[in-house]
């Protein structure tokens, strides 16, 4: 085929056409089959792009009403950005030098002399003799309110006896106070 259009300027060989816009309906490809488009493709082609990357974006391009002049946009658009392999080997080398600086901000092992010198120090603390405080008996019940110590019997909401004031209570020996119990206290002696 020729590779010149009527005018004799350079035409995009069919190859590498086809490679790139086969996918499309073969009126749309045909269409397609300009200098401008093929300078674009080359172009392109010369930037690090490979004809099946631009393929792709290329048939993923919703159809629209002059499909050859969106598709020249997009080509021109595609000028602009960095083709995926060197988008790849740059992401790589900000990989790397990320795990590099990570690596250069690990903390390193203690010594073993730093390491010795700690299991000696948590030794000796260990080795010290521990000193148990004396714990005071768990009051489980409420003190009396008349001796303090503990109750046994529930006589009021506040006043609780235990098993002597009771039987002083009994006895007559102390009182309950009707109106000191609603004040507070609720004994009277």
Avoid: N, Y
Avoid at 92 to 97: A, F, H, K, L, T
Avoid at 123 to 133: D, N, Y
Avoid at 160 to 178: F, I, N, P
């Amino acid at each position: 085929m020729d590779r010149t259009d009527l005018f004799g300027q350079e035409l995009l060989d069919a190859a590498t056409h086809k490679a790139v816009f086969g996918g499309l309906p073969s009126s749309l490809s045909q269409s397609l089959r300009t200098p401008e488009v093929g300078d674009l493709v080359l172009q392109l082609l010369d930037a690090g792009w490979r004809k099946g990357q631009l393929a792709g974006r290329v048939e993923a391009l919703p159809a629209g009403e002059d499909p050859v002049a969106k598709v020249t946009r997009f080509l021109r658009h595609l000028l602009d950005e960095l083709p995926p392999d060197a988008r790849w080997r740059e992401e790589q080398v900000r990989r790397e030098r990320a795990a590099e600086a990570a690596r250069a901000q690990e903390p390193e092992p203690a010594s073993e002399e730093s390491r010795q010198q700690w299991v000696a120090q948590i030794r000796a603390e260990l080795a010290r003799p521990r000193v148990v405080q004396p714990s005071r008996p768990l009051r489980v019940r409420p003190s009396c309110a008349l001796c303090g110590e503990e109750s046994s019997f529930f006589v009021t909401k506040q006043v609780r006896l235990c098993d002597t004031c009771v039987s002083l209570l009994a006895q007559g020996g102390v009182r309950l106070a009707v109106e000191a119990d609603e004040a507070g206290r609720g004994l009277a002696g």
